[in-house]
């Protein structure tokens, strides 16, 4: 398999989970003079890049 090949492959990526990943973030409003919400944004952010 060729570098430019192994790359590709290592790039690879599930578009429908990416979409659902980024809808959860994006469903979650967080304007910055809400301490409240700004903390659940950096909950879900921790979660998601925890796993």
């Given at each position: 398999?060729?570098?430019a090949s192994n790359f590709?492959?290592?790039l690879a990526f599930d578009?429908?989970?990416l979409l659902a990943g980024l809808k959860r973030?994006?469903?979650c409003e967080s304007p910055t003079f809400d301490t409240g919400a700004v903390n659940r944004m950096m909950t879900l952010a921790a979660e998601d890049?925890?796993?």
């Amino acid at each position: 398999m060729s570098l430019a090949s192994n790359f590709a492959k290592a790039l690879a990526f599930d578009l429908d989970e990416l979409l659902a990943g980024l809808k959860r973030w994006v469903e979650c409003e967080s304007p910055t003079f809400d301490t409240g919400a700004v903390n659940r944004m950096m909950t879900l952010a921790a979660e998601d890049l925890a796993t």
